[in-house]
T-cell receptor, first 116, second 117 residues
């Protein structure tokens, strides 16, 4: 069964606008972490933001914020004030447990294109 | 910060040859490293978990005799693609776990693009 679902293969956004990338997850483990990564055409995985299952507040990192709705098992990424350099693939990922010894499971990704 | 390197960054080889990819944690010790494979326009798929000093744990469907993983030291894990074929052409990415606790202990290498002719 898919543990991470990203339903948007591609998204377009106007420069300076905000965009939301969807992510839902499935786990029975009460302890887990949710991650968002950006992958530009160079291929490197760039860590953007993290949300722990016990975190009370939504995570924010600069222009990135994570809309964490635990009951719905969703962890959408919001990018505010989009920039041309934000054009890339974005992956949502989950790690079950909090020790870091388990690998990340990735969604299929969303390709974001920022239009001038 | 925590830096993970991979070598080579890209490699082209003939069908039937073996290719070794190195993953190094440059400024920390990594007891656990993960190897992922990414086909074009697809997501990262976990191949195996590599623990220093012990045998790697392979994901279902990944041939352990074809993808040899050696984690001989706390800073180096290698992935050898034996008798490579065109279908093995892919982007291989490693990640390394740093320390214990904390949330962002896994750091990714820049990836190795393998093309088998």
């Amino acid at each position: 069964a898919q543990k991470i679902t990203q339903t948007q293969p591609g998204m377009f956004v106007q420069e300076k606008e905000a965009v939301t990338l969807d992510c839902t997850y499935d786990t029975s483990d009460p302890s887990y972490g949710l991650f968002w990564y950006k992958q530009p055409s160079s291929g490197e995985m760039i860590f953007l933001i993290y949300q722990g299952s016990y975190d009370q507040q939504n995570a924010t990192e600069g222009r990135y914020s994570l809309n964490f709705q635990k009951a719905r098992k969703s962890a959408n990424l919001v990018i505010s004030a989009s920039q041309l350099g934000d054009s890339a693939m974005y992956f949502c990922a989950m790690r079950e447990g909090l020790s870091g010894n388990t690998p990340l499971v990735f969604g299929k990704g969303t390709r974001l294109s920022v239009i001038a | 910060g925590a830096v993970v390197s991979q070598h080579p960054s890209w490699v082209i080889c003939k069908s039937g040859t073996s290719v070794k990819i190195e993953c190094r944690s440059l400024d920390f010790q990594a007891t656990t490293m993960f190897w992922y494979r990414q086909f074009p326009k697809q997501s990262l798929m976990l191949m195996a978990t590599s623990n220093e000093g012990s045998k790697a744990t392979y994901e279902q469907g990944v041939e352990k005799d074809k993808f040899l993983i050696n984690h001989a030291s706390l800073t180096l894990s290698t992935l050898t693609v034996t008798s490579a074929h065109p279908e093995d052409s892919s982007f291989y990415i490693c990640s390394a776990k740093k320390g214990s606790g904390g949330y962002n202990e896994q750091f990714f290498g820049p990836g190795t693009r393998l093309t088998v002719l």
